[in-house]
């Protein structure tokens, strides 16, 4: 006799719309969070792409607690003193049917686990699970709690633990964890009155920007980002793990590094600190995924390392609803025919590879490490905005330089090979299809 | 208004960033909640051993710090449990890294 017919662990975007998922097909369902409330422990770069709610709560953006609705979105290169930015921007992605928003983790996190209570969940916070439970064939069938007799049971256990997922290894579902797989996110939180965020920023009411940088972080592979807020900007960079240990930098000094960049100073003047985090970010994507199911337990979401970090395309949260979503629907289905083993759950799969999570990861394979890789991460900042500085800059009574000879110089400049400028560019079309 | 005021008040603005913050004032932005029992532990036998000292740089909370007699000391409670330092950790066995008890450790608010 089992306590339950599904256990999820973790209640951030995943755990919570597998939990919806799961209720809505009728499961009884118990979903276990570790912080004293859903989204305490989470944070993020900074914008949700929730169209994938459609199918489990019809009508979200009028509920949902955003900040900003994304209108401007900049991809922007710096160089130690220069910067090109190059920014789209739609009003109609400020209106329904919607687009990016921007919002706070803790909102909107314990937002979507109260529809997960609404579906008919059980939500259970301040329970860290500290083990799965086996039958003697090795099945899993629960998990291992810290609260006294906390002892869990269920036909399927989904695993939306995050992206150190204890649950995964202890499974065995990773074959190795490698720290180059992974970055490390900081962020500071500052806070400006609305009216200045609006004027800087060019928006107003709940219009939102959202800004990726490429360069700025001191020599070390990552990049940068900044969004808007309602009251508050949310600033920091990304970091690739073991490149940031070998250059001896500290992050909170790369940050302050990125604040005092000509480009990004006069955005954020005047703004005060009013909160620093810091999270792990599964950034390999296909590379470093693990087996997403075994006997009576499926995973999802970071825990998956369902993390989409393809330079211009920087997204999570999706990714964690939906793979959430379609484990909360195999686990209903696997429980109502009889057979929640490995096999009995592999519509799963099946499932993340006929839709985005896994198609975007497989068009997508070669580029994570592309944007990571030390030419694009050092040398290309320098030299795009060398070249677009040669062009605009104004030399008379000389003549202007051919465009052509600009691109050579620039290119030794920089210390590009041209092979390897080649060989870059065809990767990145063949990688961004 | 003469032209040195007008001057002086233009480099006022010019300066006017925003101001470096001590360690100690950024981490007391966020909310611990303390548990009595550390969640990390450290085996300072084979820190002692190390030379690349990789968590000293990559921690974000900045918990290790070495000491003179070659060793690493650790606090636990200021952790925002992201797990960067056993990521990045060379020494097999060095950092055992666990969750906090439920309800503690990190919240965060704003994020």
């Known amino acids: 006799m089992t306590n339950t017919d599904v256990i999820v662990v973790g209640a951030g975007p995943a755990g919570s719309c597998a939990a919806i998922a799961a209720a809505q097909a009728g499961k009884r369902v118990v979903l276990i969070e570790r912080g004293p409330f859903p989204g305490s422990k989470n944070m993020y770069g900074g914008v949700i792409y929730p169209r994938i709610l459609d199918e489990l709560i019809p009508g979200w953006f009028e509920h949902a607690p955003i900040q900003r609705w994304v209108v401007r979105r900049s991809t922007m290169l710096l160089s130690d003193t220069g910067a090109l930015n190059i920014d789209y921007r739609s009003n109609a992605w400020g209106q329904a049917p919607y687009n990016g928003a921007t919002a706070y983790r803790p909102d909107f996190d314990n937002w979507l686990a109260q529809q997960a209570v609404a579906a008919g969940a059980e939500l259970i916070c301040s329970t860290t699970v500290t083990g799965l439970l ?152 296909l590379d470093m995924m693990p087996k ?34 379609y484990a909360g629907q195999s ?82 400049k920089a210390g590009i090979s041209l092979i390897d400028l080649v060989r870059d560019a065809l990767t990145g079309l063949k990688g961004f299809g | 208004m003469s032209l040195e005021s007008l001057r002086a008040a233009n480099n006022i603005e010019r300066d006017a960033t925003w101001a470096e913050m001590s360690f100690q004032d950024r981490i007391d932005t966020a909310e611990f909640r303390i548990h009595e029992r550390a969640h990390i532990t450290v085996n ?52 055992t890294w666990t969750y906090p008890e439920g309800g503690y450790g990190i919240v965060f608010h704003r994020t």
């Not at chain 1, 975007?360 to 070669?366: E, I």
């Not at chain 1, 040398?379 to 009574?397: A, C, H, L, S």
């Not at chain 2, 060793?71 to 960067?84: A, M, P, R, V």
Request: net charge neutral; proline share 5%; aromatic share 6%.
């Open chain 1, 134 to 285: 086996r039958d003697p064939q090795g099945r899993i069938t629960g998990i291992k709690t810290d609260r006294p007799d906390g002892d869990l049971t269920a036909s399927v256990v989904i695993a939306c633990d995050g992206v150190n997922s204890f649950i995964a290894k202890e499974a065995g579902l990773y074959k190795n964890v490698d720290a180059s797989n992974y970055t490390l996110g900081v962020k500071e939180t500052l806070s400006l009155p609305k009216h200045v965020i609006d004027e800087r920023f060019g928006v107003r009411d709940n219009q939102g920007v959202d800004i990726e940088i490429l360069g700025g972080t001191s020599g070390v592979n990552g990049g940068g980002f900044i969004y808007t807020n309602l009251d508050t900007i949310a600033l920091g960079v990304v970091l690739k793990l073991p490149k940031l240990s070998a250059q001896k930098k500290r992050p909170e000094e790369i940050i302050a590094e990125l604040k005092r960049h000509p480009a990004i100073a006069p955005l954020i003047e005047g703004a005060e600190v009013i909160e620093y985090s810091a999270h792990v970010i599964p950034e390999a994507g």
């Open chain 1, 292 to 325: 997403m199911a075994a006997d009576g337990l499926l995973v999802a979401g970071d825990a998956a390392a369902l993390c989409l970090a393809a330079g211009i395309w920087l997204e999570g949260v999706n990714f964690a609803m939906a793979s959430g979503m």
């Open chain 1, 331 to 412: 686990a209903a289905q696997a429980i109502t025919a009889g057979d929640t083993t490995a096999s009995g759950l592999r519509s799963y799969t099946k499932k993340l590879n006929e839709t985005f999570v896994l198609k975007d990861h497989k068009k997508l394979r070669k580029i994570p490490h592309l944007v990571l890789s030390d030419r694009v991460q050092h040398k290309y900042p320098n030299f795009v905005t060398g070249i677009v500085e040669r062009m605009f800059r104004v030399e008379n009574p000389n003549p202007k330089p051919g465009v052509r000879r600009i691109l050579r110089e620039e290119r030794k």
């Open chain 2, 44 to 95: 300072g036998d084979s820190c002692r051993g190390c030379t690349t000292r990789e968590c000293v740089v990559a921690c974000p909370a900045n918990l290790f710090v070495p000491t003179s007699d070659g060793g690493i000391l650790f606090n636990y409670e200021n952790c925002f449990e992201c797990g960067t330092c056993y990521l990045v950790c060379n020494k097999e066995g060095a950092i």
